[in-house]
């Protein structure tokens, strides 16, 4: 809003010209989204605390978390106000990747609002069933790839870190492969949040990583150099991924051991949305298995858990997913999350030093 209101008046005070530079919109939308968070964080948690929307805490899970029964959820609200804001306010409205990761993340929130309001405020334990979930996940995820694979130009070739040359055309296939990265990611994100500050961060590494794939995805030079699929328009979601930092990083503000609140499947299933999504539009699906190895493993984690037990009738973990597994065995909570922050750092730092290993 700002950039097609002030950008124009450049040629009459140059001062606006500033509004041309990426970096400039990027950083401020960063900055946009930490406001948003600081300001609104403190209202709505009084807020969710009057409508009584309290975590409901597991009765069979580690000990330690019975003392987090009551603590405020659905705190993604403020997550998805950090995002859209500041997007709205600094991003080029006119760009179409812009409104398309917007929907996703928009959407997927409204899938876990619906969720997360009818458990915890009109006290229905079941929320949206798990098939009900999946089916509206799987649809706007299908509208997503349906979109990309009819917009002119849009590549559907599949590319893999470290061979420059292979890059399979998915052709129509395409389209159940985006739904897959979406989904899948989204769902991966949401069974990472089950400790304190423990998904909000390595998703804001996540995002900081992406902003970098996007701004170079963006620049014909860079890409060209970098032997990476040069995304006409790409470029503009390094403001989308500012402010997903800076929510991200004004949520942890809130979020923190010992957490203030919890974002609920509003943030999760949100934030694994649009980290897909980013994914799927820069052409680096592959690397967000390598940057988002500590939700692979989680998401993994629960899935050999749940095989191991059906069909051998033994448990691989003490609890699933794995953060659980250590928590039984004595490890201390903060000392996993900032474990689990330091793993995802150095997995964002081998995902971005592929980019020269073509």
Not at 232 to 255: D, H, K, M, P, Q
């Amino acid at each position: 809003m700002l950039y097609h209101l002030l950008y124009p008046l450049a040629s009459s005070v140059k001062l606006f010209n500033i509004f041309k530079y990426l970096t400039f919109r990027t950083i401020y939308a960063m900055i946009t989204a930490l406001i948003v968070t600081f300001v609104l964080g403190p209202w709505v948690i009084r807020k969710l605390e009057s409508l009584q929307a309290r975590q409901i805490i597991r009765t069979d899970g580690p000990e330690s978390h019975l003392k987090k029964q009551g603590t405020p959820t659905m705190g993604g609200v403020i997550i998805l106000a950090g995002i859209v804001i500041p997007t709205l306010l600094w991003a080029d409205l006119a760009n179409t990747y812009v409104w398309l990761t917007l929907f996703i993340i928009v959407g997927y929130g409204l899938i876990g609002f619906i969720d997360d309001y009818k458990k915890v405020v009109e006290k229905n334990p079941k929320g949206l069933s798990p098939r009900q979930k999946m089916f509206w996940q799987m649809l706007l995820g299908a509208i997503f790839g349906i979109i990309l694979f009819s917009m002119p130009g849009f590549s559907k070739e599949l590319y893999f870190p470290f061979f420059k040359n292979l890059h399979p055309d998915l052709w129509i296939f395409y389209i159940p492969f985006v739904m897959l990265v979406v989904v899948g990611a989204s769902n991966a994100v949401n069974l990472t949040d089950g400790l304190d500050g423990l998904a909000i961060g390595p998703v804001s590494i996540n995002a900081a990583t992406y902003l970098l794939f996007t701004y170079i995805a963006g620049n014909i030079k860079l890409a060209t150099y970098l032997q990476i699929p040069y995304v006409v328009g790409a470029g503009e979601l390094a403001v989308v991924c500012g402010a997903l930092v800076g929510s991200g990083i004004g949520f942890l503000w809130y979020n923190s051991y010992p957490a203030e609140v919890f974002m609920g499947d509003v943030g999760s299933l949100s934030l694994g949305g649009g980290l897909g999504a980013l994914a799927v539009i820069t052409k680096q699906e592959i690397l967000l298995v390598i940057v988002g190895g500590v939700f692979v493993v989680e998401a993994l984690s629960v899935i050999f858990q749940v095989g191991s037990y059906k069909y051998r009738g033994k448990r691989i973990f003490r609890m699933a997913p794995i953060h659980h597994h250590f928590e039984l065995k004595g490890v201390a909570e903060p000392k996993i999350i900032v474990r689990f922050w330091i793993i995802t750092l150095i997995l964002a730092l081998v995902a971005i030093s592929t980019l020269k290993m073509r």
